[in-house]
C-alpha cells in the first residue's frame, strides 16, 4: 500500500471533481474507506484523509455506522452567465456609496462580508513575527536608513523567484517594489499615459481601479465583461478603436468584484491584441497565486514578446494585507517608472521590504500559499452552500474557482443599496453592485467576501441576509 503524506490530497481531488461534474450525486454513498483503500491502492489512512478534506469542504457527510455520502455540489447552484448591461441613467456616485459602506467597518462587532481580504487566522503571523524580529535584530542599520531606491534586492530575488509559477523569467533588476498594487497601477498609468487619455477597464471592476484612472485626468472607458471568463475581446477592440485607447486595465485573475478567471486563450489573445494595436496592458494579478485547481496560469506577461506588458502585484491577498509589500514589472517603461517612483515616494520602506524578504527565504513561504489556497477553497464551498440553503430563488451566484469573491444577482427589481441598509442595521455589511461601476445599473448585485472562516456566525448572517431577501422579492 502507498502511504504518501500527499497521496490524500490527489484521492480528495479526484473525488471532489466526480462530485462537482455531477457524477456522484447528492445523496449517493461513496466507496468504504477499506474498499477505496483496495481499488487506489493506498492506505487507509491515505482514504480517510481524504474523506476528512472532502468533509471540511462541505462536499461530504459522515452518517454513522453507515459511511460517508455526497453532500454538496456547485452543480446545484444556478450560477451567472452574464452581466445585465443596462445602463445607467447619470453617473453613478461611487465616492458617497463607497464611504457609506467602508467607513462603518471600524465597528468590531460588524460581520464584514463586504471585506474582499484574508482573515489573520489563515495567515502565517507566527513565521512573519519571527521575519521580523530577525530583521529588527539582524539588520537595525538598515532600519533607519533609506532603502534601495528600486526596493530591496533580496525581496526583488524572492519574487523573481516564486514568479517562475507564473510562466516569468525574470532577473531582480526587472522589478521595482511599491507600497502595494495600486500604488504600481498608478505608477504604470502615469508612465504610459497622459492626461485626457482613455483608458479601457473591465465592467464591472473595483472602484479603486476607475479612482485610479480619474485621479491622474484619464478617462475610463468601460468594456464589457464574462462573469466567468473574464473581459471580451471583440469589444475590448472596438473600444481600443472607437475611443482611442491608450492603456488596458485588466486583472487577469479572481477579478473583484466577480471572480472572473481569463481562459489561457483569453490571455494570449489578449496580449496579441494590445500587441497589434501598440498600446500598454496593465495587468493586475494580485489573486493569481490563490487558485483553487493544481496549477496557475500564465500571466499574460509571459506571452509579451513585445513589452506592452506591465505586470502588477502585491502580497496584500497572500501574506501580510499590512505590510503593504507590492511590486510591478515595468519591461520598456521601467526608467518611466523608476522616475516616477522617485518623485513621489523616493523608496519604500526598509522594515516590511526586508521581513517579507526573510520569510520568503525562510518562512515556507509554498508551504503557507498551498494551505492559503487549501483553506479558501474549502470556505468557498462552505458559503456557497449556506447561499444555496437559505437564499430565495430565482438568485444566481458566481461559483469563483480562486480568490475571495462571490458575486451575486438578484432578480430584477432588486436593489442591493437598499438591501445593504436593511443588513448594516443588524451588523451585517456586503458590498452593493453600484460601488462597481459608474456605466452600468448594477443595483440587483451585490459582492460578499469568502476571505474569513465559515463559522456558526456567518452562517447566521447568511441566514439573515436570505430571509430579508425573502422578504424583498
Given at each position: 500500500?502507498?502511504?504518501?503524506?500527499f497521496?490524500?490530497?490527489?484521492?480528495?481531488?479526484?473525488?471532489?471533481?466526480?462530485?462537482?461534474?455531477?457524477?456522484?450525486?447528492?445523496?449517493?454513498?461513496?466507496?468504504?474507506?477499506?474498499?477505496?483503500?483496495?481499488?487506489?491502492?493506498v492506505?487507509?489512512?491515505?482514504?480517510?484523509?481524504?474523506?476528512?478534506?472532502?468533509?471540511?469542504?462541505?462536499?461530504?457527510?459522515?452518517?454513522?455506522?453507515?459511511?460517508?455520502?455526497?453532500?454538496?455540489?456547485?452543480?446545484?447552484?444556478?450560477?451567472?452567465?452574464?452581466?445585465?448591461q443596462?445602463?445607467?441613467?447619470r453617473?453613478?456616485?461611487?465616492?458617497?456609496?463607497?464611504?457609506?459602506v467602508?467607513?462603518p467597518?471600524?465597528?468590531?462587532?460588524?460581520i464584514k462580508?463586504s471585506?474582499?481580504?484574508?482573515d489573520?487566522?489563515?495567515?502565517?503571523?507566527?513565521?512573519?513575527?519571527?521575519?521580523?524580529?530577525h530583521?529588527?535584530?539582524?539588520?537595525?542599520?538598515?532600519?533607519?536608513?533609506?532603502?534601495n531606491?528600486?526596493?530591496?534586492?533580496?525581496?526583488?530575488?524572492?519574487?523573481?523567484?516564486i514568479?517562475?509559477?507564473?510562466?516569468?523569467?525574470?532577473?531582480?533588476?526587472?522589478?521595482?517594489?511599491?507600497?502595494?498594487?495600486?500604488?504600481a497601477?498608478?505608477?504604470?498609468?502615469?508612465?504610459?499615459?497622459?492626461p485626457?487619455?482613455?483608458?479601457?477597464?473591465?465592467?464591472p471592476?473595483?472602484?479603486?481601479?476607475?479612482?485610479?484612472?480619474?485621479a491622474?485626468?484619464?478617462?475610463?472607458?468601460?468594456?464589457?465583461?464574462?462573469?466567468?471568463t473574464?473581459?471580451?475581446?471583440?469589444?475590448?477592440?472596438?473600444?481600443?478603436t472607437?475611443h482611442?485607447?491608450?492603456?488596458?486595465?485588466?486583472?487577469?485573475?479572481?477579478?473583484?468584484?466577480?471572480?472572473?478567471h481569463?481562459?489561457?486563450?483569453?490571455?494570449?489573445?489578449?496580449?496579441?491584441?494590445?500587441?497589434?494595436?501598440?498600446?500598454?496592458?496593465?495587468?493586475?494579478?494580485?489573486?493569481?497565486e490563490?487558485?483553487?485547481?493544481?496549477?496557475?496560469?500564465?500571466?499574460?506577461?509571459?506571452?509579451?514578446?513585445?513589452?506592452?506588458?506591465?505586470?502588477?502585484?502585491?502580497?496584500?491577498?497572500?501574506?501580510?494585507?499590512?505590510y503593504?509589500?507590492g511590486?510591478?514589472i515595468?519591461?520598456k517603461?521601467r526608467?518611466?517608472?523608476?522616475?516616477y517612483?522617485?518623485?513621489?515616494?523616493?523608496?519604500?520602506?526598509?522594515?516590511?521590504?526586508?521581513?517579507?524578504?526573510?520569510?520568503?527565504?525562510?518562512?515556507?513561504?509554498?508551504?503557507?500559499?498551498?494551505?492559503?489556497?487549501?483553506?479558501?477553497?474549502?470556505?468557498?464551498l462552505?458559503?456557497?452552500?449556506?447561499?444555496?440553503?437559505?437564499?430565495?430563488?430565482?438568485?444566481?451566484?458566481?461559483?469563483?474557482k480562486?480568490?475571495?469573491?462571490?458575486?451575486?444577482?438578484?432578480?430584477?427589481?432588486?436593489?442591493?443599496?437598499?438591501?445593504?441598509?436593511?443588513?448594516?442595521?443588524?451588523?451585517i455589511?456586503?458590498?452593493?453592485?453600484?460601488?462597481?461601476?459608474?456605466?452600468?445599473?448594477?443595483?440587483?448585485?451585490?459582492?460578499?467576501?469568502?476571505g474569513s472562516?465559515?463559522?456558526?456566525?456567518?452562517?447566521d448572517a447568511?441566514k439573515?441576509?436570505?430571509?430579508?431577501?425573502?422578504?424583498?422579492?
Open positions: 500500500m502507498k502511504s504518501d503524506p497521496l490524500y490530497q490527489d484521492i480528495a481531488r479526484q473525488l471532489e471533481t466526480l462530485i462537482l461534474s455531477g457524477a456522484l450525486r447528492i445523496g449517493e454513498r461513496l466507496p468504504s474507506v477499506r474498499q477505496l483503500s483496495k481499488e487506489k491502492k492506505s487507509i489512512s491515505s482514504v480517510y484523509k481524504a474523506y476528512i478534506e472532502l468533509e471540511s469542504r462541505g462536499l461530504v457527510e459522515a452518517r454513522p455506522k453507515s459511511g460517508y455520502y455526497v453532500r454538496f455540489s456547485t452543480k446545484q447552484i444556478q450560477k451567472i452567465t452574464h452581466i445585465r443596462q445602463a445607467v441613467t453617473r453613478q456616485k461611487v465616492k458617497s456609496l463607497q464611504e457609506e467602508y467607513v467597518l471600524s465597528d468590531p462587532t460588524l462580508l471585506i474582499n481580504k484574508p489573520t487566522s489563515i495567515l502565517p503571523v507566527t513565521k512573519l513575527k519571527n521575519s521580523l524580529l530583521t529588527v535584530r539582524e539588520r537595525p542599520d538598515r532600519l533607519v536608513n533609506y532603502n531606491l528600486q526596493g530591496d534586492e533580496e525581496l526583488r530575488r524572492q519574487i523573481a523567484r514568479s517562475y509559477a507564473a510562466g516569468l523569467l525574470l532577473y531582480p533588476d526587472d522589478i521595482i517594489t511599491t507600497s502595494g498594487c495600486l500604488e497601477i498608478h505608477y504604470a498609468l502615469l508612465a504610459t499615459t497622459s485626457g487619455d482613455t483608458v479601457a477597464i473591465e465592467s471592476t473595483y472602484f479603486g481601479l476607475l479612482k485610479a484612472i480619474e491622474h485626468g484619464r478617462i475610463p472607458v468601460e468594456v464589457l465583461t464574462d462573469p466567468v473574464g473581459i471580451d475581446i471583440p469589444s475590448l477592440e472596438t473600444c481600443i472607437q482611442h485607447v491608450k492603456a488596458c486595465i485588466v486583472t487577469s485573475s479572481f477579478s473583484n468584484p466577480t471572480g472572473a481569463l481562459t489561457e486563450e483569453k490571455r494570449k489573445a489578449l496580449v496579441a491584441l494590445v500587441t497589434r494595436k501598440d498600446i500598454v496592458l496593465i495587468e493586475d494579478d494580485i489573486y493569481g490563490l487558485h483553487f485547481d493544481p496549477h496557475r496560469l500564465n500571466a499574460c506577461k509571459a506571452y509579451d514578446l513585445q513589452q506592452n506588458v506591465i505586470l502588477c502585484s502585491s502580497f496584500s491577498k497572500s501574506v501580510a494585507p499590512g503593504r509589500v511590486w510591478l515595468a519591461g517603461y526608467s518611466e517608472i523608476f522616475e517612483k522617485m518623485n513621489h515616494s523616493v523608496t519604500t520602506a526598509s522594515v516590511t521590504e526586508m521581513a517579507m524578504a526573510h520569510f520568503l527565504k525562510n518562512g515556507r513561504y509554498d508551504l503557507h500559499i498551498r494551505q492559503l489556497r487549501k483553506d479558501l477553497h474549502t470556505q468557498c462552505q458559503y456557497l452552500q449556506a447561499i444555496y440553503e437559505y437564499f430565495p430563488g430565482p438568485i444566481e451566484v458566481s461559483a469563483p480562486g480568490g475571495f469573491v462571490i458575486w451575486v444577482a438578484l432578480p430584477m427589481g432588486c436593489d442591493s443599496v437598499k438591501l445593504y441598509r436593511k443588513l448594516i442595521k443588524k451588523k455589511s456586503i458590498a452593493p453592485g453600484q460601488l462597481f461601476s459608474q456605466k452600468l445599473d448594477l443595483r440587483t448585485y451585490f459582492r460578499i467576501s469568502f472562516p465559515f463559522t456558526p456566525e456567518i452562517g447568511l439573515q441576509i436570505g430571509a430579508t431577501l425573502q422578504q424583498m422579492i
